[in-house]
């Protein structure tokens, strides 16, 4: 157990139907990632926070997607409109930032199937 | 899209010998981290090398680094069936000021297999 927890750990959902997953970091982390990984992939990134600013966001991150870090603690993704191209494990990391230095620790992960 | 190409895309070795992953990279960095995934644990960090380093241990890990060839090795010595897991290497990319960016980029991994 790395101390960062996601809920839930599984989501089955309809196509178009919304869904929020939530993550709690490691209390004294100031940033916090969201990744997204496939079956035999590696995890790719899609967005992350330094405390409650949203810093980057890749090109994955469709308009269907938001992500939120409002007192810069837990951060929840929600997916809109899901499509069943969503299905994948969602992972959600933080760490403490260090120069030179990016060690991440990843919490268990949301498992979303979309029908 | 994915920065790292790990190599073999698959290991299947017997408990005791060693297990070696190779993985390069495309753009620069400021450092190299391997990480571990199993169904059990997740995704758990194992060793980072920082880009003027030539190689570092850490208990039975042994990883190199030769940012001439953009590549780095990890070497597991005295594998044990619990070593069974898939290994990812994983970069941040140097930002415009030289200072690495937030996100990783990982590889697509190796699946190593350890049989008893």
């Known amino acids: 157990d790395t101390g960062v927890s996601q809920d839930p750990r599984h989501k089955i959902t309809k196509r178009g139907q919304n869904v929020t997953f939530r993550c709690d970091p490691i209390?004294?982390?100031?940033?916090l990632y969201w990744y997204r990984q496939t079956l035999g992939q590696g995890p790719e990134f899609l967005t992350y926070f330094q405390n409650e600013a949203q810093l980057e966001k890749s090109r994955l991150l469709s308009d269907r997607f938001s992500a939120e870090r409002p007192k810069g603690s837990f951060s929840t993704l929600e997916i809109q409109r899901t499509e069943q191209g969503d299905s994948a494990m969602y992972l959600c990391a933080s760490s403490l930032i260090r120069l030179a230095s990016n060690e991440q620790f990843f919490g268990p992960g949301t498992r979303l199937t979309v029908l | 899209s994915q920065q790292g190409e790990e190599d073999p895309q698959a290991l299947s070795i017997q408990e005791g010998e060693n297990a070696t992953m190779n993985c390069s990279y495309k753009t620069s960095i400021n450092n190299l981290q391997w990480y571990r995934q199993n169904s059990g644990r997740g995704l758990v960090h194992l060793i980072l090398?920082?880009?003027?380093?030539r190689e570092k241990h850490s208990g039975r890990l042994r990883v190199t680094l030769d940012t001439s060839k953009k590549s780095s090795s990890l070497l597991i010595t005295a594998s044990r069936a619990a070593d069974t897991a898939s290994y990812f290497c994983?970069?941040?990319?140097?930002?415009?000021?030289?200072?690495?960016?937030?996100?990783?980029?990982f590889g697509k991994g190796t699946k190593l297999s350890v049989k008893p």
């Open positions: 090398i920082r880009s003027n380093e």
């Open positions: 994983a970069t941040p990319p140097r930002g415009p000021y030289g200072g690495s960016q937030g996100n990783l980029i």
């Open positions: 209390s004294e982390h100031n940033r």
